[in-house]
């Protein structure tokens, strides 16, 4: 296997020029917005998130979300006429749940390439598109339009997203679904959607966790029906998140918890509004200080290279071995990886989205002799277990001008470095490349990842990428002018 050198991690946190603990705490304003939920009892003000103020009239939107709960009708076997109905507008007496979990089917998930049913580690039923009709519109709800400015605020305005109904889950008393990632099913998924139905129940959180020792609890049986301070009125409960994010769903104590999942996509024809330009937080002014800051260093990349930045988030590639281009994927940046490219931007760098791959491995060695081994590549290159011929064919796909050889990877970056001394170098079409780190790239596992643990389907089609995007900087009397002229 292909594997990152661990010292990457090392040497960038060690360059006190680059500031790096500073870049990555400087957006903590931006987890608040990996997920929201209703809060709010509907007609009442307040944000849907703190320290947010999307154009979206927010009290439109409760109010809407709760005029369209409406019912839920499902058939009650695959094959026969029998239906059930369950109305949300009013309490459900506990015999209609009952009846809905023996239609349902037990709720199976991906565990490397096999869908396996595990009640130790995933305990709920579920019902497919094929089987139930839901009242609640998640189109006129005008979720979408909050979700949209929340979650992809900093990307592409010009994106739209539509919600694909998934599933219906329910989840009943032991219920539970342990931590998994949502399985990426294409290219165009960006993140998952879970509206939780009014129905009297405790526990069942959906706990979503971005880096270790971060989560957030999302208790929406607190949201729903008749729970305190709602006024016994009903109403739903929402969470959308980046589907690349680890959550789990606790253990259900009592009553039944009735969800609907949805995928979220981008779209070319949804009536979803295009996202206004959004403000620049204090935050992203703050990273762009310090980018400016160390541009304008003649310490730093003289001569002209690249900076680089392990993204933190996950993206969908497909799974085929064949011309996996990962240029496209810089339109659809999230989250912090997207105001990582929007700052670049601003300071003229021309970015990419590139695979890390490292053949220094000893099962590996492309280029015995040679001190760099390490590839940025703007196509998926090939992985695995290694014989002669794969060698031979690796070569070639490796010999692509568009290829960067990375130089100085494992060492402190010398920004003096004579890149036409090393002889090998000359004969080698690649471009050789002087890279500092700019966010650590320690996570990043050369593409594509292993198999997905845990996933809530087996996907064959579509796996998740640790990816990099890698802006080219100028030398310094070059770019000089655009970092005076950009603050
Ligand atoms: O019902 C929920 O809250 C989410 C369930 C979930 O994570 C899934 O179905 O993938
Ligand atoms: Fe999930």
């Known amino acids: ?31 608040r917005r990996l997920f929201s939920g209703q809060k709010e009892a509907p007609k009442t003000t307040g944000d849907v998130d703190a320290g947010v103020s999307p154009p979206v009239d927010l009290d439109v939107v409760k109010a809407l979300l709760h005029r369209t709960i409406g019912g839920l009708a499902y058939r009650k076997t695959s094959t026969g006429p029998d239906a059930g109905w369950l109305d949300f507008t009013g309490r459900i007496p506990k015999q209609d749940l009952e009846d809905l979990v023996q239609a ?44 949209h400015d929340e979650l992809l605020r ?56 971005y880096k270790e020792n971060t989560a957030w609890t999302f208790e929406s049986s607190k949201l729903v029906g008749e729970a305190e301070g709602t006024q016994g009125t009903p109403r739903l409960a929402w969470a ?29 024809n949804s009536s979803a509004p295009s996202l206004p330009a959004s403000q620049p937080t204090a935050e992203e002014a703050n990273l762009k200080k310090a980018l400016r800051d160390l541009l304008a260093s003649p310490d730093v990349l003289l001569d002209g290279g690249a900076l680089g930045f392990g993204l933190t988030y996950k993206y969908p590639i497909p799974l085929t071995t064949e011309d996996i281009d990962f240029v496209p994927l810089a339109r659809r940046l999230k989250g912090t990886d ?22 220094q491995d000893e099962e590996c060695d492309v280029d015995p002799g040679a001190p760099y081994r390490v590839y940025l590549t703007p196509k998926a290159l090939p992985i695995g277990a290694w014989d ?53 790239s320690n996570d990043l596992v050369s593409v594509p ?12 089609d579509w796996r998740y990428a640790n990816l990099v995007l890698v802006a080219i900087v100028p030398p310094y009397k070059d770019r000089l002018g655009h970092i005076a002229g950009n603050s």
Request: glycine share 6%.
């Open 338 to 359: 997207a105001v990582l490219k929007r700052i670049c931007s601003d300071f003229n760098l021309e970015c990419q989205v590139m695979g890390l791959y490292d053949y």
């Open 449 to 460: 990842t292993p198999i997905m643990a845990y996933g809530n389907q087996t996907e064959v």
């Open 1 to 31: 296997m292909i594997r990152l050198n661990p010292s990457y991690a090392g040497w960038v946190s060690g360059r006190k020029l680059l500031r790096l603990p500073f870049i990555l705490r400087s957006l903590p304003g931006h987890h």
């Open 154 to 209: 900093y990307g592409d305005s010009s994106l739209k997203i539509d919600a694909q109904l998934y599933k219906l889950n329910v989840y009943g008393p032991g219920s539970h679904f342990k931590s998994h990632l949502d399985t990426p099913r294409s290219d165009i998924m960006f993140g998952s959607l879970v509206v939780v139905l009014p129905t009297t129940h405790v526990g069942g959180d959906l706990v979503l966790r």
């Open 240 to 268: 959308a998140f980046f589907s690349d994010i680890e959550h789990e769903v606790s253990v259900v104590e009592s009553g039944y918890r009735v969800s609907l999942t949805y995928n979220l996509n981008y779209t070319d």
């Open 104 to 147: 349902c089917d037990p709720a199976t998930f991906g565990r490397g390439n096999k869908d396996v049913l595990d009640p130790s580690y995933r305990r709920a039923w579920k019902l497919d598109t094929s089987r139930f009709a839901s009242q609640f519109d998640v189109v006129k709800s005008g979720l979408l339009e909050v979700i």
């Open 388 to 440: 002669d011929e794969d060698i031979g064919s690796l070569l070639e796909t490796l010999n692509d001008p568009k290829n960067f050889r990375v130089l100085d990877a494992t060492r402190p970056l010398q920004p003096q470095i004579d890149v036409k001394s090393a002889d090998y170098i000359e004969a080698d079409p690649t471009t050789a490349i002087a890279l500092l780190w700019a966010t650590p």
